[in-house]
């Protein structure tokens, strides 16, 4: 249930039956002819209420979730902190008395001082520019308290315990900041999920509402404050109240969430008031004899559900003292529960076992996955092994043991969740084993497994592997599957893996290969349009690239083109040869000056000697 759901009048969420779900849960204070005073009749109340998209303030209301004769509660987004919130609006121009702005204003004063876990949170107070006063909180995502006791027809004792413990924490909090809540009852509790919690929270404050049990709703002015299904014998009888009163009507709420229904009900408002003024409820634990540790349960329940507000828990402190105590086990004031004493004996030693269960669990759970870590790295680096001995054998000849190390060496890469790119290296390596053995169908899965993994583009090798798988797949689509029109793609996939690895041979093959078989299949542009792609790509003496044309071409020997080919692999070659030539010639070029120097270097030398020998001899 969103904060807001019509189904259940709440802070956030308001009833739009007949109930009066306006938040007004007070007994009626009606005129001499029995009309309510303040009462307004649909249509007037329709005229008054704001449509959606409306904005009020910096809140544009986005849904209405519930409306009533004095108020109305909208899904809003906070444009300023772009969130949702919950909105609530008095509405205007219905003869309420001033007392009813009042009570709203109380209501914002109470909840807005109160920062708690279990507290729905008010965001902001203030009044439209035309004077009416509304009401800001979180929007809350669960279902009520009410909603979830209806789901289950009672709640578990444990799930009980964990969602009482919250309400008197809540309660405790606005007890300590002499907050008197007046109105306890399970639709003004909501259950939301937080980070995987059940987490309760405590809504509607200051405005009192009637909660009716089919008919119980009292929507109009009065003096007697609360829901007289949930109200306390002083609220009843219009006595002075105090945070006793807030821990009984918690009483009938802890009642209702495990008995499936309310400790007191009367065939109406008037019948039930009195029943909570004269009569006792029956004891939870005749209504559930069969929910375990019923009696203790029972104990709390009844001393909430006291007459008199001195024989209750003085607070919601001792409440959840004594749900804490119920919780661990722990015994009770008042008459010994020995069967809770045997419970607890029996969960002390299941909770020692357990422990001990549990270290000796998780040290079990730590030392099998090392284990398992180091059985992976063992077959690792088994698999790695295997795939060189594997090349040995293949480059021996040896196609029988090269086949059986690269299967072996695949399955123990698998096993061991080995690199993705060496995985796909196995795979691609054992395919081109099989089709060595002539075994077509069997390679071709392992070929396609390699095209389509998710290998990362920016490593060469991987690039590689993707490309040479490609190219096969083409190669054999083509001429073992004879389908030259479904060869295409897979060499255009070729095509881009070899401009990523930028070799200007593997680029020229993908573009020929695609020119051949857009030829064959009739697309004479693309053939052209990939022909000049792959006579562009090189120098002009790149003899890988002059091999790669005159391979194709032997290979290819229909191919239209393969004069122009190989005219440009001759080309290539004699580019290459003329090079080779100026090499040489410069080479000797320079030799040539270089002795030339040498000799006239000499030469001097021995001019020198000369005319040194001339000065020496007399």
């Not at 929007?139 to 009410?146: E, F, Q």
């Not at 090392?370 to 992976?376: M, N, T």
């Not at 030469?603 to 020998?613: I, Q």
Request: aromatic share 6%; charged share 25%; net charge neutral.
């Amino acid at each position: 249930m969103s904060p807001g759901d019509p189904k259940e009048p709440s802070e956030l969420t308001e009833s739009a039956s007949q109930a009066g779900a306006d938040g007004e849960s007070t007994l009626v204070a009606q005129d001499e002819g029995g009309k309510a005073r303040g009462a307004a009749s649909p249509a007037g109340l329709e005229q008054h209420i704001p449509a959606v998209g409306t904005k009020i303030g910096k809140y544009e209301l986005q849904e209405k979730l519930g409306s009533g004769g004095m108020s109305v509660v909208y899904k809003a987004r906070d444009l300023a902190l772009d969130r949702y919130v919950a909105l609530k609006l008095l509405l205007p121009k219905m003869g309420v008395e001033q007392i009813d702005t009042m009570r709203f204003q109380q209501e914002a004063k109470a909840a807005s001082r109160l920062e708690h876990p279990n507290i729905v949170k008010v965001h902001d107070f203030n009044v439209t520019e035309d004077g009416v006063p509304y009401l800001v909180m979180s929007y809350l995502s669960g279902i009520s308290l009410s909603d979830a006791i209806k789901q289950e027809g009672g709640l578990s004792p444990g799930r009980w315990i964990s969602i009482m413990v919250q309400a008197c924490d809540a309660l405790s909090c606005a007890h300590e900041n002499n907050v008197v809540h007046r109105d306890i009852k399970p639709s003004n509790f909501v259950l939301c999920e937080e980070k995987g919690n059940e987490v309760l929270k405590l809504v509607d404050f200051g405005i009192a509402k009637i909660e009716t049990n089919d008919e119980q709703a009292l929507t109009k002015t009065g003096e007697v404050f609360g829901s007289p299904l949930y109200m306390s014998p002083e609220q009843c009888s219009g006595s002075k109240v105090d945070l006793r009163s807030d821990v009984y009507s918690l009483g009938c709420v802890m009642y209702e969430a495990l008995a499936g229904k309310p400790p007191l009900v009367g065939d109406n408002s008037l019948a039930t008031i009195v029943k909570h003024l004269q009569e006792t409820p029956a004891s939870i634990a005749s209504v559930c004899p069969k929910l375990p540790g019923i009696e203790s349960i029972d104990k709390i329940v009844m001393k909430c559900l006291e007459k008199k507000p001195e024989d209750r828990y003085p607070d919601m402190l001792s409440v959840r003292k004594d749900l804490e105590s119920l919780f661990l086990g722990r015994k009770l004031k008042g008459k010994a529960d020995r069967r809770m004493i045997v419970v607890t004996i029996l969960a002390a030693v299941l909770c020692a076992g357990f422990l001990g269960y549990k270290y000796y669990s998780d040290y079990e759970q730590k030392e099998q996955a090392r284990l398992a870590i180091v059985l992976k790295q063992k077959q690792d680096a088994e698999a790695r092994m295997l795939f060189l001995t594997g090349r040995k054998h293949r480059n021996a000849g040896e196609l029988s043991a090269w086949k059986n190390d690269t299967l072996k060496a695949l399955e123990l890469a698998t096993a061991a969740q080995s690199q993705q790119v060496f995985q796909a290296a196995l795979n691609l390596e054992y395919a081109s084993c099989e089709l060595k053995l002539q075994n077509h169908s069997v390679a071709r899965p392992y070929l396609e497994k390699v095209a389509l993994w998710p290998l990362s583009p920016a490593d060469p090798y991987a690039n590689q592997l993707k490309y040479s798988a490609l190219n096969i797949l083409g190669f054999e689509t083509e001429i073992t599957l004879h389908n030259p029109k479904a060869a295409i793609p897979l060499y255009e996939n070729a095509l881009k893996y070899a401009q990523l690895l930028g070799r200007a041979r593997e680029q020229v093959s993908s573009n020929l290969n695609l020119s051949h078989l857009s030829q064959l299949v009739g697309r004479a542009d693309d053939a052209d349009k990939y022909l000049k792609q792959a006579l562009a790509i090189g120098k002009d003496n790149d003899e890988d690239v002059a091999n790669t044309l005159e391979v194709f071409c032997k290979v290819n020997k229909d191919y239209d083109n393969s004069k122009e080919l190989l005219a440009r692999a001759d080309l290539i070659r004699k580019n290459k040869a003329r090079q080779v030539i100026e090499k040489h010639q410069k080479k000797a070029k320079e030799d040539a000056i270089e002795r030339e120097s040498d000799r006239k270097a000499d030469m001097k030398t021995e001019e020198l000697k000369r005319e040194w020998g001339k000065a020496i001899l007399p």
